[in-house]
């Protein structure tokens, strides 16, 4: 008999939050969230990327055994903007049990239905910053610090549960051996025009002070076209902060302005910390020595945000960013670069490294259903 449980309390957050330390133990891919933060997802004085969502989480139980878990977030912003009626489900994991998962969908159906809606679709975070989609590729392949991992057979039970597809996600692995020369020689006019890269003179933290609202209305305007986003605003710019600005090294992060200080472009590449985390389980009292050496000289570099103002695309200014990165690259010897999921919609990002050697890596995937009988 499968038994679900709405997880209130803080026991039931720190099971709900560590559930898939336990069922990925034994896999060397997956990379967990950091535990403190997913035991305080429903708190919104703690989640600031909570926003004006309204979320539950769930725990499965079979034989009294924890089997699962998932969480069903209401997005006013998102269903408000794309003039929907849907509930997300996010931060889904289960053992390979098809009623075990029907049961945590169910779940999250009832509480859309309760609310008046009518799809379910997921995985979807409380904004883009968040963890989304769902492995379909490369399950072979350590996930990034940005992305879910999945077992192969959560696809199967997903399609069986009547989900079809919705967004896809593609991951890129580059080869900085070979580059475009084109990148350093439209860098190079640019910066003759009074184009800058704030991270050549100014710390991070300064950046952050004093242009961090220019850098979120140029982030907000850069993905505003990209499937079911939701822009940055208010609290969340501080919850984006905390989750990439700790773990910011200067040689892989780039802020570019026009000669008027508008922030035009930008690019944040993260130190490669999945093997951290998942050696400390998730937990960030064990993580903190390794992750700040880790930091400090990473082996591996992940990219997980590029983003070009519209106005300023047919200027080529993201050759700025491009151009800054494989330049720390090469002087630091980093030769794993794993780029975070772009949209295969997103012509315009895939258009950004055309002149990148690079293969894939992995895919992933959104699966949408409408509200009813399963």
Same mark, same amino acid.
């Given at each position: ?193 009074? /184009?800058?890269? +704030?991270?050549?003179?100014? @710390? =991070?933290?300064?950046?952050? &002070?004093?242009?961090?609202? %220019?850098? !979120? ?5 850069? /993905?505003?076209? +990209?499937?079911?986003?939701? @822009? =940055?605003?208010?609290?969340? &710019?501080?919850?984006?902060? %905390?989750? !990439? ?26 130190? !490669? ?102």
């Amino acid at each position: 008999m499968i038994e679900i449980v709405e997880a209130k309390n803080k026991k039931q957050m720190k099971l709900f939050a560590t559930f898939p330390v336990k069922l990925y133990s034994k896999c060397k891919y997956y990379v967990p969230s950091i535990v403190e933060d997913e035991m305080v997802i429903q708190d919104e004085t703690k989640n600031l990327s909570k926003g004006t969502s309204d979320c539950k989480c769930f725990l499965a139980y079979k034989d009294g055994k924890l089997v699962g878990r998932i969480c069903g977030i209401i997005n006013h912003e998102s269903n408000k903007k794309f003039n929907e009626k849907c509930i997300r489900f996010n931060r889904i994991d289960f053992i390979n049990d098809v009623e075990v998962a029907k049961a945590l969908i169910k779940a999250v159906m009832d509480y859309g239905r309760e609310n008046g809606l009518e799809t379910i679709h997921g995985p979807w975070g409380f904004n883009d910053t968040d963890r989304e989609g769902m492995l379909t590729e490369g399950f072979d392949k350590i996930s990034n610090y940005a992305t879910n991992y999945s077992y192969p057979y959560y696809i199967k039970i997903m399609e069986s549960l009547g989900f079809e597809k919705e967004s896809e996600w593609v991951e890129f692995q580059f080869d900085i051996k070979h580059t475009d020369p084109r990148f350093h020689e439209v860098a190079e006019q640019l910066r003759s025009q009074g /184009y800058r890269d +704030l991270c050549d003179t100014l @710390p =991070v933290k300064k950046i952050i &002070k004093e242009y961090g609202d %220019k850098f !979120f209305e140029c982030y907000n305007r850069s /993905y505003a076209a +990209l499937d079911n986003f939701v @822009p =940055v605003e208010g609290e969340s &710019k501080k919850a984006t902060l %905390k989750q !990439f600005g700790t773990i910011l090294n200067r040689n892989y992060f780039s802020v570019i302005v026009d000669k008027y200080d508008n922030v035009v472009a930008f690019g944040v590449g993260l130190p !490669f910390i999945g093997k951290v985390l998942r050696n400390a389980k998730g937990r960030m009292f064990r993580a903190a020595i390794p992750l700040l050496l880790t930091i400090k000289n990473p082996k591996a570099v992940e990219l997980a945000l590029i983003g070009v103002d519209p106005l300023y695309r047919n200027y080529g200014v993201h050759a700025l960013v491009v151009d800054r990165f494989i330049n720390s690259f090469k002087k630091h010897h980093i030769t794993e670069i794993f780029m975070d999921p772009v949209l295969t919609t997103n012509s315009k990002m895939l258009q950004t490294w055309k002149g990148m050697e690079k293969t894939v890596r992995q895919r992933r995937q959104t699966f949408k259903r409408q509200i009813g009988e399963l």
